[in-house]
């Protein structure tokens, strides 16, 4: 398990409000969090602010 799905499970509400104050087009829809499917996740959200996986991981990572 990587270091950004340890830190989602853990902290997924201060990392939403992060990722919604940077990336203002989310939505709520957008950043629904399920346990195993982080990577779902991440194509949600880069799919809709055009940023790589990488580059949100990073983000989440700095957190």
């Known amino acids: 398990m990587s270091s950004t799905t ?3 499970k ?3 509400n201060v990392i939403k409000g992060k ?3 940077k990336y ?6 957008d950043l ?4 195993g499917q982080e990577d ?4 949600r959200i880069q799919k ?3 940023k790589t996986k990488e580059e949100l991981k990073k983000f ?3 957190l």
């Open 24 to 29: 203002g087009d989310l939505t709520d829809d």
């Open 32 to 35: 629904t969090y399920v346990e």
């Open 40 to 43: 779902e996740l991440l194509g």
């Open 60 to 62: 989440i990572d700095e």
């Open 48 to 50: 809709r602010t055009g």
């Open 19 to 21: 990722l919604k104050q």
């Open 6 to 8: 340890d830190k989602m």
């Open 10 to 12: 853990g902290n997924w």
